[in-house]
């Protein structure tokens, strides 16, 4: 449990200082069609700095799990948070107390849509083309039990970011 929260707490940390450079952007496009790239630069920055990373970690993958590691939090553009209201989230998470900010007024809906990513982001792959498989897997890239092989990849990279 303490390694889980320290982790977490690094994750807060890390959001606050997250920046891309024109050569990162340029590497992760690379992975991209011109319609998934679209929805890659509309993610924060934070979102796209933590992609990259998950990118990085997968080496020499196939292209299916390289575009999914850059787009599986793609569903947080349509889930608009502040930096502090993330944080929230994160460590709510990481203490099992996501119920309790889920009630809290004016926060609680953007809450659960946050929570919602994964179903957000499949949508937003399927209207921008994407294929089944990819939608697939961003679609199940919290679930606990993924049906797509290819998942349990892309979660265990995402974890160690």
């Known amino acids: 449990m303490t390694a889980r929260w320290a982790y977490r ?9 997250a920046a891309m450079s024109d050569a990162d952007q340029e590497e992760a496009l690379s992975h991209l069609d011109p319609a998934l790239g ?8 934070r979102d796209q700095v933590h992609a990259l990373r998950v990118l990085r970690r997968l080496g020499d993958a196939e292209p299916l799990l390289q575009q999914a590691a850059l787009l599986h939090d793609v569903g947080k553009i349509e889930t608009p948070m502040g930096t502090m209201a993330r944080s929230l989230v994160v460590l709510a998470g990481a203490t099992g107390t996501m119920g309790l900010l889920i009630r ?5 809906p953007r809450v659960q849509r946050y929570i919602e990513h994964p179903r957000i982001g499949a949508e937003l792959l399927r209207h921008a083309g994407a294929d089944g498989p990819l939608v697939q897997i961003v679609a199940e890239h919290e679930s606990k039990r993924p049906s797509h092989p290819e998942t349990a990849i892309l979660q265990a990279m995402d974890e160690r970011e």
């Open 38 to 45: 679209d929805l890659f630069v509309r993610m924060a920055v």
């Open 9 to 17: 707490v690094g994750q807060v940390r890390s959001a606050h200082h």
């Open 104 to 108: 809290v007024p004016g926060l609680g």
